[in-house]
């Protein structure tokens, strides 16, 4: 029976978990104010700081560091890479630790899962980062040749609940045609084909449907004389489309459950929630059209798919497509586990950043 530690750095917050295969022993999300992360000019500089707090925990509950096998830390903003499990190594740490892909907390989950593995002797992985790119190339035209399709969207549930719905049915997960929809903060909409995410709706700016805080696509041309109007800047526009966008923009809320109960009374807020499931079934729609009609089950996931409502509207749209599987929620901490023990029961390889 192996043991691991999962590490899953947000902006304000260090989650942890602790398993045994599959089992999770004791889980805890370490709080870290705004007065505590200012001090810090850069996300890097913040890892002595995470550390302790990660070890002051292990120590206060008694669990021995010692103890571990592996330690597995939330992918960060990387170059894009295929899909799987990666060793923490030297390359991908300088990476993360310039921040090639941008700024952002999850880039401290490899720096903290190799620094503690290093000390006690153990590996260190990364799992599905939101960099994933297993684009096809035609899904790369934009249409603007200097604006290509990018691949930013949820890899690390997209890919678990893929291979937990093909584990349930007995069937190899690159044998299976599958779409896979995340419903949280953003929403991403994946073809999978042959174990690859072939196309993918940008779950952070540009494409699909909006969600509770991402504008998702919106009318170029609009958009263009928007940002040349002179009333607003650059940041603001971008909070608009990420941010401020969405459910945000039009009720003042970034909470699907709120917008539902809303939606009961209030005709705006019903427009709007049905807009939402409308514009999330065009997508699949549309991914259905890059599986060329041969979809064998269409996957809702994500916080927003505890929502029956929403999740059988959607349903009535796109049933006549494929059946509809829901798994709720997205257990980063186990996708993230499950990730590091394919590799451990020789599952998988892990694979080598470069």
Do not use: W
């Amino acid at each position: 029976m192996a043991k691991l530690l999962i590490i899953n750095p947000g902006s304000t917050s260090t989650k942890l978990g602790v398993f045994e295969d599959e089992k999770l022993i004791s889980e805890e999300t370490l709080r870290h104010t705004t007065e505590e992360i200012a001090q810090f000019d850069k996300i890097v500089d913040q890892v002595d700081f995470r550390k302790a707090m990660i070890l002051d925990f292990l120590k206060n509950n008694d669990i021995d560091i010692k103890s571990f096998d592996v330690i597995v830390g939330r992918g960060g903003l990387l170059k894009p890479i295929p899909s799987g499990t990666y060793a923490v190594t030297d390359a991908l740490i300088e990476d993360l630790k310039n921040a090639v892909g941008g700024e952002h907390a999850s880039n401290l989950g490899g720096i903290l899962a190799k620094g503690i593995g290093d000390e006690i002797g153990v590996p260190s992985y990364i799992v599905d980062p939101v960099v994933v790119d297993e684009l096809e190339p035609v899904a790369r035209l934009s249409g603007v040749p200097e604006l290509p399709r990018v691949s930013i969207f949820h890899a690390l549930n997209q890919k678990a609940v893929a291979k937990r719905y093909a584990k349930e049915v007995g069937k190899p997960y690159d044998l299976l045609n599958l779409i896979v929809v995340h419903m949280g903060g953003g929403v991403s909409v994946g073809a999978h084909t042959g174990g690859k995410i072939v196309d993918v709706f940008n779950a952070l700016s540009g494409d699909g449907a909006f969600s509770p805080e991402r504008a998702g696509a919106v009318p170029p041309g609009a958009l263009v004389d928007m940002c040349f109007s002179g009333k607003y800047t650059q940041a603001e526009i971008k909070k608009k489309l990420i941010g401020n966008g969405g459910f945000n923009a039009y009720l003042g809320t970034n909470d699907a459950r709120e917008v539902y109960a809303r939606s009961l009374e209030d005709p705006e807020a019903k427009l709007v929630f049905d807009a939402f499931v409308y514009q999330v079934s065009k997508d699949i729609g549309a991914q259905a059209t890059v599986l060329k009609g041969k979809v064998d089950q269409i996957i809702l996931t994500g916080g927003i798919a505890y929502g029956e409502q929403v999740t059988n509207d959607i349903k009535e749209r796109v049933s006549f497509i494929a059946p509809v599987t829901v798994y709720p929620g997205e257990d980063e901490l186990l996708a993230l586990a499950q990730g590091a023990l394919r590799v451990m029961n020789g599952e998988e390889e892990a694979k080598e950043y470069k």
